[in-house]
């Protein structure tokens, strides 16, 4: 029976940071995750607890959340009225 392999959408690979490249399977009670862009390649045991979650574009703050010392800008006049 062949192995299944699945890709995560919006996953980043933590070697080489290439985002869609994360496949995911599991194996006689472990769970494996590979990229397809370079040679990084994991195995975690599978626990009854949550595994941790993988980093994605969707779970993390948007970059406009990311930075709290945003000011507004004003736009000035170039005739010099008002």
């Not at 040679?39 to 574009?57: H, K, V, Y």
Request: proline share 7%.
């Amino acid at each position: 029976m062949a192995i299944q392999k699945r890709f995560i959408a919006g996953a980043v690979c933590p070697r080489c940071a290439a985002m869609d490249k994360i496949r995911t399977w599991e194996q006689h009670g472990i769970r494996y995750r590979d990229c397809v862009a370079c040679d990084f390649f994991e195995q975690l045991p599978i626990e009854d607890e949550a595994a941790p979650e993988l980093t994605t574009r969707v779970n993390q703050p948007r970059e406009e959340e990311r930075d709290t010392s945003v000011t507004p800008v004003r736009i000035l006049d170039p005739k010099g009225k008002g």
